[in-house]
């Protein structure tokens, strides 16, 4: 209906409940005993609040109010104090509602009456708005008249406050009705037995007002009036109660006007019109009270039904997620009372539960209760990747765990609870370990052909030691300079194979040793090397006046390698300062080896005793990066550890170890290395609840592949699979149309996994900026995490988003990286208001635990990559490097290539490819030999790159670097490369690759 039709529609209305009311004057005073008006215009102004033609609807109002009032008696002057009385007061009720009321139908929502506050601030509205018209309308009178009536003022408070009330209680409900989904058949839908009920209330009421006002007498009997009010407000529709209120309030009125009824033996008339308008007034919140008090019981109730509902689907994703995870899960609290766990736990486990004996330090001792990985954990220690040895009655044969922790927030029944992973690693040390031995095996295969090639070398070298000097002599003898060099490298390199096959396989011949005299033997040697070589003579301070119960030539090779390591890390023209002190633990020589070196870069003090490991690849230090794997080696199968830390002393390193003392016995640690059993699962999992519970349906299994390189890999894409069975959740469970696993980098949220038809066209890979995104609003706490009408929360409503899709609900939950950043989001997004929807009851504690889910699988998916990415570069090194530089050659870059592509597509990290061209030599430098020009490339680059960074030699002069990191830190490695080829004198084209998805937000 057009709002000119509205405004004459009401027009008509406001015509007949202004003379309705007029003929109910009772005296001189002017003043009526109802006044219908006052409720038909606070909704005329209220439906009519936002048109154009509001000025006709004021005018209109008040052409009515003066010639009714003035053709029913009353004077000019005083139809005019009316007029402005009516106007003020139903331009305050529209203005209060609206203010007050926003979610209602008429202040700007579309919900109905439905809740007590509502009804109280509606009354509220209505007494104010009334309040402000007595004070112009009684006035009015007083002016006209001569005389003021505070029992007028009453009367015209009480009755337009009923007034407002009711008739605009029946509006607002009525206009809700009009302007929403109809629905049929209501009535037909309703039980017999409650329809009956609906016919026996209206035959009752109707008797019993006609009983109580329709015939003279004198018995109090008023009260089955308020009976029968309770009744329909207890146990009928609020609709009805309202029909019923304004129904039989009229007829109340009626009989009160035709002189009939319990008030119409009072003899004044002002306080004749106060009680009945008062009793019409009562009746009509008394109903409403009990009718929105049901109406709100019954919601609650639903919402209730619904959060336990969601609650029991959401510990069936728990226990689906969670079973299905070929890593172990537990959540554990301080006293080692388990909260969940899943099948795999058990499986790695065995029967020993976290907490138990069962678990070892790699040297074979029992880890102590108050170490255990859960509750260094809620002591707020961070425990990442601690690697124990499994010792069970089930686990014969020993099993090795990667172990992280992690503290969950808050308390539940007032305990603190950790959630702990537990990875299985033993078949990536065997591989390991098989690594080495074939190392070992080819390395000592290959000396016998390299000792040839090296005496041919030397004869060549004497040959051309007596031939005359020519530039085609000069050019061979480069050439055999740089064999007996590579030479050289190559004997080193399989010597330390040799080293760390014997470390790992020789028979134990353990036997007292004097500690002290393998010290002198070695320091001595090292002084005669250093005076030999004309280079800064070492200073000793050896306290190690002890006996060890080790092998001594292990014991030999372990102390020579640390040694020769502190003296070789020490800076240029500074005297070397080794102190070595020893100290009893436990039936155990605690040795320490300090020295005044360059010390260990922040970060390292673990990975270096990884093999193949370097810490200093720039600093022009040679060596392969097995010399301390081989020390680690030999100390684990003496049964002890070895930690390197900091000199507390000053500046360098300390490395300290343990041996048996004399008269200990050694337990060496592959005594109990692991050996890989078959792990049978049994065909149904036992579900993960909060309470006991009955058997689940079997999990969906993870399915197992294979890493680039062909190494042997861990049930892959983990959080992707776990973040898959969380959309597939909450789209069955919560009713918002679209639902994505976010993530968030170089200041744009990417879509990493979201359904294909999501209702919003988006797609996997596209992204948006996100300080555009209503999530960073979320993840910075600055608007709630499930918004039901999002475009009510300010910043939800000035997000940039907002200008490409519609988003009347939103609700999201952080996800983040195992260094506390934040890696995504959970979002999910739907083009309409859900208010009200019970299925979002529970939305934001269940989104809070899918996000901490979500965060340790990412956790635990990351700790897999790094050991398969380890893995994969120590096999590269040791069968795919370039003859010239030792790099990685073509075929580990595609390798190594395909393995980042694989990471990029799952997690989107931030990755960039660097191309280096160096320029031919022959056309920059005339001096040096082609490949020493070469050579000095590769050592720039070596200089300006981090240790995770891959450095490959793909053709005679192209490098490749593959760089995680984000484009602006890849731009400073560039320069910082840039410089270094310049200061080596290179002249090099560098090439920039940032690996990016979608940049556009394309539905």
């Known amino acids: 209906m057009s709002p000119v039709l509205r405004t004459l529609a009401f027009t008509a209305l406001y015509v007949v409940a202004t003379v309705a009311g007029r ?52 004077s000019l002057p005083l139809t005019a104090f009316f007029v402005v009385a009516n106007l003020v007061q139903a331009e305050l009720f529209v203005q209060l509602y609206r203010r007050w009321l926003p979610h209602l139908w008429g202040g700007g929502g579309d919900r109905t009456l439905s809740r007590l506050t509502d009804l109280w601030r509606i009354v509220g509205t209505a007494l104010l708005s009334t309040t402000c018209g007595a004070l112009v309308g009684p006035t009015g009178v007083w002016v006209v008249s001569g005389a003021y009536s505070w029992s007028a003022t009453a ?45 026996v209330v209206v035959a009752l009421s109707s008797a019993t007002y006609g009983m109580v006002f329709g015939f003279p007498h004198d018995l109090p009997l ?71 008090g049901r109406d709100e019981r019954d919601e609650l109730i639903g919402v209730l039904r619904g959060a336990q509902e969601a609650a029991t689907g959401q510990a069936r994703l728990m226990s689906t997620i969670v079973d299905s995870m070929s890593d172990g899960l537990t959540v554990v609290d301080g006293q080692g009372r388990l909260l969940l766990s899943n099948p795999a736990v058990r499986d790695l486990l065995g029967t020993g539960k976290p907490g138990s004996s069962g678990l070892c330090h790699l040297d074979g001792t029992p880890v102590d209760p108050a170490d255990m990985p859960h509750r260094r954990a809620l002591a707020g220690e961070d425990v990442r990747d601690l690697d124990v040895l499994v010792r069970d009655s089930d686990v014969p044969d020993g099993r090795i765990l990667r172990i992280s922790s992690t503290a969950l927030p808050g308390e539940r029944d007032g305990h603190r609870y950790a959630v702990t992973v537990f990875h299985d690693v033993t078949a990536e040390r065997r591989h ?87 010290l002198d033997d070695i320091a001595t040697a090292r002084i005669d090397q250093a005076q030999s070589n004309d280079r800064p003579v070492p200073v000793f301070d050896l306290r190690a006046d002890v006996v060890v119960h080790a092998d001594p030539v292990l014991l030999r090779q372990l102390l020579d390698n640390l040694i020769s390591n502190s003296i070789k890390y020490t800076g240029p023209d500074v005297e070397p300062r080794i102190s070595v002190v020893c100290e009893p633990v436990d ?109 689940a349906e079997p999990p969906e299994p993870a399915v197992p592949v294979a890493a680039p390189g062909g190494v042997p890999a861990v049930p892959a894409e983990r959080f992707d699979h776990a973040a898959r069975l969380v959309l597939d959740y909450l789209h069955r469970h919560m009713p918002l149309a679209f639902w994505a696993v976010t993530r968030v980098e170089n200041g744009r949220q990417t879509y990493l996994y979201l359904d294909a038809d999501n209702g919003y066209g988006l797609h996997q890979g596209g992204s948006h900026p996100w300080e555009d995104s209503l999530c960073v609003h979320m993840a910075a706490g600055r608007a709630p995490t499930v918004a039901l009408d999002a475009q009510s929360v300010p910043e939800y409503a000035r997000a940039g988003v907002n200008d490409l899709i519609t988003i009347g609900t939103y609700a999201g939950a952080v996800i983040s990286d195992t260094d506390g950043s934040l890696f995504g ?37 990351r700790a897999a990559d790094d050991a398969r990415h380890d893995l994969l570069v120590e096999r590269l090194a040791a069968a795919e490097t370039d003859w010239l530089t030792g790099l990685p050659n073509a075929r580990a870059w595609d390798r190594l290539l395909e393995e980042a592509v694989t990471r990029y597509d799952r997690l989107a990290d931030p990755t960039t490819v660097l191309w280096l061209d160096v320029q031919p030599q022959s056309t920059v430098d005339k001096i040096r030999p082609p490949d020493a020009y070469r050579l000095a490339a590769a050592a720039a680059a070596r200089r300006a790159l981090r240790d995770r960074d891959v450095l490959a030699r793909i053709d005679d002069d192209r490098f490749g670097i593959l760089l995680h990191c984000t484009a602006s830190d890849a731009r400073t490695i560039a320069a910082r490369l840039r410089i270094e080829l310049e200061t080596a004198g290179v002249v090099g084209i560098i090439e920039t690759h940032h690996w990016q998805l979608t940049p556009a937000m394309a539905p």
């Open 825 to 861: 989001a959970i979002c999910g997004l739907d083009p309409q208001a859900r208010t009200g929807d019970p299925r979002m009851a529970a939305a934001e504690s269940q989104l809070a635990l899918l996000g901490q889910l979500l965060t340790a699988v990412l956790a635990a998916d």
């Open 222 to 292: 008023a009260f089955l009036l308020l009976v029968m009010t309770v009744w329909a407000g207890i146990r009928l529709r609020t609709g009805f109660v309202i029909a019923h209120d304004a129904v039989f309030g009229t007829v109340a009125v009626l009989f009160t006007l035709h002189g009939t009824g319990p008030f119409a033996a009072i003899p004044s008339n002002a306080a004749r019109a106060l009680v009945a308008q008062l009793f019409v007034g009562i009746i009509a919140v008394v109903g409403l009270t009990l009718a929105l």
């Open 432 to 518: 390991r370990d098989e690594l080495a031995s074939f190392a070992g095996v080819v390395a000592h295969d290959l000396l016998n052909p390299l000792t040839t090639v090296e005496g041919w070398a030397e004869a060549v070298a004497e040959l051309f030691e007596d031939a005359p000097v020519t530039p085609l002599t000069t050019e061979a003898a480069g050439g055999l300079t740089r064999i007996r060099r590579a030479a050289t490298h190559m004997r080193n390199l399989i010597n330390d194979l040799l080293a760390y096959t014997t470390a790992r396989d020789a028979t134990i011949a353990a036997e007292p040793v004097r500690l002290d005299r393998v």
């Open 23 to 74: 003929l109910t004057v009772l005296d001189a005073t002017n003043l009526s005993l109802v006044w219908p008006a006052a409720g038909v215009a606070a909704i005329w102004f209220l439906v009519q609040h936002g048109s154009v033609w509001r000025a006709l609807d004021a005018a209109a109002l008040s052409v009515v109010t003066v010639v009714v009032n003035y053709v029913t008696g009353a």
């Open 587 to 695: 039936g155990r020589v605690a040795v320490h080896i300090s020295d005044n070196g360059i010390g260990i870069p922040t970060g390292q003090h673990e990975s270096i005793f990884d093999n193949f490991h370097r810490a200093h690849r720039s600093g022009g230090y040679a060596g392969t990066g097995l010399g301390l794997g081989i020390c680690k080696r030999i100390v684990e199968r003496h049964g002890g550890t070895i930690v390197a830390t900091d000199n507390p002393s000053g500046t360098g390193s300390r490395f300290t170890f343990t041996l048996p003392a004399e008269g200990g016995t050694i337990l060496e640690a592959t005594q109990a290395e692991p050996v890989q059993r078959a792990v049978t699962r049994p065909a149904v999992a036992p579900r993960i609840t909060l309470e006991p519970a009955g058997p």
């Open 155 to 199: 009367v015209w408070m009480t009755r337009n406050t009923v007034s407002i009330m009711l008739v605009g209680v029946l509006g607002i409900r009525l206009g809700q009705y009009l302007s929403g989904p109809h629905r049929s058949g209501v009535w037909t839908r309703l039980r017999a037995g409650l329809r009956a009920e609906y016919l």
